[in-house]
Structure formats: C-alpha cells, structure tokens
C-alpha cells in the first residue's frame, strides 16, 4: 500500500475515558437560562470534574481532545434541570432547589441571589453530582452510558450510593457498555467554546 495522501497531517483520535458511576466532585463551568422546545423555562449546566475528584478535569480533557472541527462540550458533562414541576407548573421542580441547594450547601457563605444574569453566580462553584448508568438510543442502536443522574451537596459524595441502572421503557435487558459512541453525541445548543 502507498501512503494515503494526508497521511502525515491527520490527527489521531484519543482514547476515550468514561466517567465512573458512583458519587462525583464537580465545578460548575457554565449556567445558562434557557427555554425548552415547548417554552418552559428551564436552565443548562455545564461542569467538569473537580481538582479533589477521582476524574479531575475529564470532560476539558475530552474536548481539548476532540478533532473535529465543530467540537462540542461533552454530553456527559452536560444537564438541562426544569425550574418548574411538571405537574404543577406554578411549583418550583424539585431538581432545580436541589441543584441550588446543593451548591449552597458546597460552598461554604455562598446564598442564591435572584434577578438579571442569574446563572454567573455559580461560575467555578463547587457541587456533588451522582452518575449512573443510563440506557440510550441513538441512530436505532442501544447502549448503557455514565450519565448525571442528579446533584447532591460536596459533603454527601464519598457515601453516595450507586443508583440503579435507568432503562427506556420497554427495555428488558441490559445493553452491552458501550459508551463511546453515544458520548460524542453533540448537542445543536451547546457553544463550541463553552466558557
């Protein structure tokens, strides 16, 4: 075989490192206010693996790392939290107090304030999130990835238990891990340059 032509300039794909399951410290890069597709306001997080975590830095680490040319935040690294209940729209979402309160609870003197740009306030705050294995379908093919299953306060992370595998409806056994695959799923409303 001749050498390919390019052969020499073409970059090589990193080897891919999932997150653990099991109770993680996290800072928080980015929190933006946004609306859902039906107009429900709803707010996006985006975090890394904290400097005292078993992971520090991985999902940086995963996009320094990406070649493509329209690289995105890491999915994994990634969580869209309702601001109200979905039965009653006129309650707060218990995740949304529980995303604040958490972060509250991290960071020691840290309150909540209220009003315009309201998501800069948690730029490089401290919180505890559990990941576990959750099922996903993507171009018709099934999988089993690490995914935020919710947050919890910094001090609650090295006795969080790992939560049971969350399937699709319908799913009656467990897909094989494969997690590569689903993790570069790009989500269309995540900046190229997160923060």
């Known amino acids: 075989m001749q050498k390919p032509n390019g052969y020499d ?3 090589v794909t990193g080897s891919y490192e999932a997150p653990t399951v099991g109770g993680h410290y996290l800072i928080i890069k980015k929190v ?3 609306q859902s597709k039906t107009g429900k306001p709803m ?3 985006m975090f890394d693996f904290a400097a ?3 992971q520090p830095g991985l999902f ?3 996009f320094d790392e990406d070649i493509r040319p329209d690289k995105k935040w890491p999915y994994a690294g990634f969580q869209y939290v309702m601001v109200n209940d979905y039965s009653d729209p006129s309650k707060t979402s218990r995740s949304f107090k529980s995303f604040v309160t958490s972060v509250e609870k991290s960071n020691k003197g840290f309150v909540t304030s209220w009003g315009d740009n309201w998501g800069t306030q ?6 505890g999130g559990v990941f576990g294995l959750v099922e996903n379908e993507y171009n018709g093919n099934r999988s089993m990835r690490p995914q935020l299953r919710w947050f919890c306060s910094a001090d609650a992370v090295p006795t969080a238990n790992i939560p049971e595998p969350k399937r699709l409806k319908g799913s009656v056994s467990i897909p094989d891990q494969s997690v590569a695959a689903a993790e570069f ?4 409303d995540v900046d190229e340059v997160p923060f």
Do not use: H, S
């Not at 948690?122 to 919180?127: D, P, T």
């Not at 799923?185 to 269309?188: F, G, K, N």
């Open 32 to 34: 933006e206010e946004r």
């Open 9 to 11: 300039e073409t970059q």
């Open 43 to 45: 707010i996006a997080i």
């Open 122 to 127: 948690f730029k490089n705050k401290i919180v």
């Open 185 to 188: 799923m790009q989500l269309d």
């Open 52 to 54: 005292n975590d078993k």
């Open 60 to 62: 940086m680490r995963t």
